[in-house]
């Protein structure tokens, strides 16, 4: 069974940096991405990276967070720059043998997600 664990959640302050990490029980995953909900909102859809290395990011995000895989370590990360209050959400780690990148439905293994708040 796939299992996929979050881990680097906490309390950042606005303008800081924190970096999360997503450990996964294999490897060969055609993407992985991260996804985030804010209290009341929807999971959206953060960033994205192949198995080549191809990236994707979120408007909101792009130039903020970078998104990077170790695959011998069968680990993603994802690195939050320049962090803003409204980037407060739980982030969660997705991985999918498909080949879509911003769809909740592209992925068909999710983490149980780490709580990031950023305070002003």
């Known amino acids: 069974q796939v299992q996929l664990v979050e881990s680097g959640g906490g309390l950042v302050q606005a303008g800081g940096s924190h970096r999360l990490s997503c450990v996964a029980s294999?490897?060969?995953?055609?993407?992985m991405g991260w996804f985030r909900q804010a209290p009341g909102g929807e999971r959206e859809f953060v960033a994205a990276?192949?198995?080549?290395?191809?990236?994707d990011y979120a408007e909101s995000v792009k130039g903020r967070f970078t998104i990077s895989r170790d695959d011998a370590k069968n680990t993603m990360y994802l690195q939050m720059n320049s962090l803003k209050p409204e980037d407060t959400a739980v982030y969660y780690c997705?991985?999918?043998w498909g080949h879509g990148t911003r769809a909740r439905n592209d992925y068909q293994y999710w983490g149980q997600g780490t709580q990031v708040t950023v305070s002003s």
């Open positions: 294999r490897r060969t995953f055609t993407v």
């Open positions: 997705a991985a999918t």
């Open positions: 990276c192949t198995w080549s290395g191809s990236t």
